[in-house]
C-alpha cells in the first residue's frame, strides 16, 4: 500500500511539473476537490473529508515548491520581475 502512494505521489509531482499537462491535472485536482462524485463521499464524516485533504494538500504543496524554485531560479539568474520590460497593448 505504501508503495502505491509513493508511486501516486511521484505521478503527481511529475505530471504537475510538465509544462504541457500540469495545468490540466492542476485543473482537475480542483474541479475533484469541488465536485460532489469522490472516491469517498463527502456526507460521510470525516472518511469522506481525507481524500479532498490529501489532495488539496498536495496540490498546495506542489504549487508552492514550483514556485519557489522558479523564484530561486530568478535570484540566481539575477533577473527580477522590475528588470523585465512591461509590454501594452495599444488599441
Known amino acids: 500500500m505504501n508503495n502505491a ?3 501516486f505521489y511521484n505521478w503527481y509531482k511529475a505530471t504537475l511539473r ?3 499537462y500540469g495545468w490540466l491535472l492542476g485543473l482537475g485536482t480542483i474541479i475533484y476537490l469541488v465536485s ?3 472516491i469517498a463521499p463527502d456526507f460521510l ?3 469522506g473529508w481525507i481524500d479532498d485533504g ?3 494538500t498536495l496540490l498546495v504543496t506542489e ?6 524554485e522558479r523564484l530561486n531560479k ?3 539568474s539575477g533577473t527580477n520581475a522590475a528588470d523585465e520590460p512591461i509590454t501594452t497593448i495599444d488599441a
Not at 504549487?63 to 519557489?68: N, V
Request: glycine share 4%; proline share 8%; hydrophobic share 45%.
Open 54 to 56: 490529501l489532495l488539496a
Open 45 to 47: 464524516p470525516i472518511i
Open 74 to 76: 530568478r535570484k540566481q
Open 63 to 68: 504549487l508552492s515548491q514550483i514556485a519557489l
Open 5 to 7: 502512494i509513493g508511486s
Open 36 to 38: 460532489p462524485i469522490d
Open 18 to 20: 510538465n509544462t504541457k
